[in-house]
Structures are given as structure tokens and as C-alpha cells.
């Protein structure tokens, strides 16, 4: 098993900053691809960036230029920087982990709120 806690969340106002880390603990040489998702409120959850432990990353779209997903492997932690932050971000964050693919992740941490005020 694998245990994902996340941290970082908060209220910011647009064009804000803030940075969220999810630290994985357990099973943790099993994990292959590390990543974040949002499920912004009346929408269904998406993927937002995700990093592999060989440092391949990927973002969506909508976040491209503006949030930077990094892992650390040797503290078994994956960041998303976020930067210039818009009202559309305010969501609740998921860090995911899995051992192959970050699409159908196997394990889930417990969320963190950002709330982006315009």
C-alpha cells in the first residue's frame, strides 16, 4: 500500500502563487508516475500534471506556462508550482500515484483546497 499526504493548499488572489507537495510513503518503490489532479466545483475530475521517476513530465492545456509540476525521488515527493493563478483554478487538488499509468492511478491522497479569489 501506498500512503499519499498532501499539503499547500489555500485562499490566493488572482495572479497569485502557491505551491502544493504530496509526500508518499509505504510502498513506494512500486510507484512509477506521480501526478496531480483538480475537480473544480460541478465538474468532474481532471489531470493536471504528472511526472515520472525517470523525470519525463506532462500538464494539461489549461495550466501550460503556468503550473510546474517536480518530483523529488530520493524524498519520495512530487510539487506543483502554480503561478499566475485564475479564479477558473479554484478546486481541490489530488495528488495520484501508480505503478504504470497516471490515467487509472491506484492511489489517491485525501485533496487540498485552493480557493483563487478574483
Known amino acids: 500500500q501506498v500512503q499519499l499526504v498532501e499539503s499547500g493548499g489555500g485562499l490566493v488572489q488572482a495572479g497569485g502563487s502557491l505551491r502544493l507537495s504530496c509526500a508518499a510513503s509505504?510502498?513506494?518503490?512500486?510507484?512509477?508516475?506521480m501526478g496531480w489532479y483538480r475537480q473544480r466545483p460541478g465538474q468532474q475530475r481532471e489531470l493536471v500534471a504528472a511526472?515520472?521517476?525517470?523525470?519525463?513530465?506532462n500538464s494539461a492545456d489549461s495550466v501550460k506556462g503556468r503550473f510546474t509540476i517536480s518530483r523529488d525521488n530520493a524524498k519520495n515527493t512530487v510539487y506543483l508550482q502554480m503561478n499566475s493563478l485564475k479564479p477558473e483554478d479554484t478546486a481541490v487538488y489530488y495528488c495520484?500515484?501508480?505503478?504504470?499509468?497516471?490515467?487509472?492511478?491506484?492511489?489517491w491522497g485525501q485533496g487540498t483546497q485552493v480557493t483563487v479569489s478574483s
Open positions: 495520484a500515484a501508480d505503478q504504470n499509468r497516471i490515467l487509472t492511478p491506484a492511489y
Open positions: 509505504g510502498s513506494i518503490f512500486s510507484i512509477y508516475v
Open positions: 511526472a515520472t521517476s525517470g523525470g519525463s513530465t
